[in-house]
């Protein structure tokens, strides 16, 4: 139904800046909130960014708040991550995730409330 895809990954120095991407395909993407995970080894998945289907509101992890920023094109399918000022703990495995209900008024940080994930990529930031 829904395919994301990401890119865009690597390494960076800390106080640096990456931009990440999300190629979004499938008839309903349009209509559903998208959001960037990540994960650290031997730790849990957390929200980073989320924004809503319209691209009207976004919300932000506590930890990436003023230094982050989601972003969606609606007509090219893409949703994208701005990191800047990162820091050693940014480094982590970026997932993109698509909510598993259209049209959803609120953005939510739960992984069981997103359907969809793409298969990540890598982001390490050197001390």
């Known amino acids: 139904q829904v395919q994301l895809v990401e890119s865009g990954g690597g390494l960076v120095q800390a106080g640096g800046s990456l931009k990440i991407s999300c190629a979004a395909s499938?008839?309903?993407?349009?209509?559903?909130?998208l959001a960037w995970f990540r994960q650290a080894p031997g730790k849990e998945r957390t929200f980073v960014a989320g924004v809503t289907w319209s691209g009207s509101n976004s919300d932000y992890g506590d930890s990436v708040w003023g230094r982050f920023t989601i972003s969606r094109d609606n007509a090219e399918n893409m949703v994208y991550l701005q990191m800047n000022s990162l820091l050693p703990e940014d480094t982590a495995v970026y997932y993109c995730a698509g909510d598993r209900r259209a049209y959803r008024a609120v953005l939510v940080r739960s992984t069981t409330d997103y359907a969809y994930w793409g298969q990540g990529t890598q982001v390490t930031v050197s001390s």
């Open positions: 499938g008839r309903t993407v349009s209509s559903i909130n």
